[in-house]
């Protein structure tokens, strides 16, 4: 089974001392210059529960991962860490063996100390996840040069209103 990505996609979870998300990935990284950033993973057996579909811990650990990351990319803040206040999840699907699961989201409001995130995963485009966040905003200057690298990738793209 091949894990590659659709076209467009470069692997994101080679970040500097992330051995966390190097044992789950690989995941991947691709700017909808319209729609912003979208990450994404293969789905592979070890991704999988004992009924063979794929883990609700490792579609959480996805959501947990990609909403903070979300706003990364914006060039007029610099979050530092992101650590997890809360995540709300609703399961609405499944993913499978060999989909493709990509995972959207949009800033819904940023204050002085948190940041509120909302976001969809799908699984080869079908709903799987409608997730929501709350994450500690940390110390500018903490993670500059991560956020350097992922604003290299955005380019000049600016937050959606939707995703």
């Known amino acids: 089974m091949s894990i590659n990505p659709p076209e467009g996609f470069t692997r994101f979870d080679q970040l500097t001392g992330n051995a966390f998300m190097e044992m789950v990935g690989p995941l991947f990284l691709r700017i909808d210059p319209e729609r912003g950033p979208i990450f994404g993973f293969r789905v592979e057996p070890r991704h999988c529960n004992a009924i063979g579909i794929c883990h609700g811990g490792m579609i959480a650990t996805f959501a947990d991962i990609y909403l903070p990351t979300q706003v990364r990319f914006d060039p007029e803040f610099d979050d530092g860490y992101t650590p997890t206040i809360s995540l709300t999840l609703d399961f609405v699907g499944m993913g499978k063996v060999g989909q493709w699961v990509e995972g959207r989201g949009r800033l819904v409001r940023r204050t002085g100390r948190i940041i509120f995130v909302e976001g969809l995963v799908t699984a080869n485009g079908e709903p799987i996840l409608r997730a929501s966040g709350s ?29």
């Open 135 to 163: 994450f500690r905003r940390g110390k500018p200057g903490e993670r500059i040069d991560t956020n350097e690298m992922l604003q290299d990738l955005a380019g000049t793209w600016k937050f959606p209103e939707r995703f």
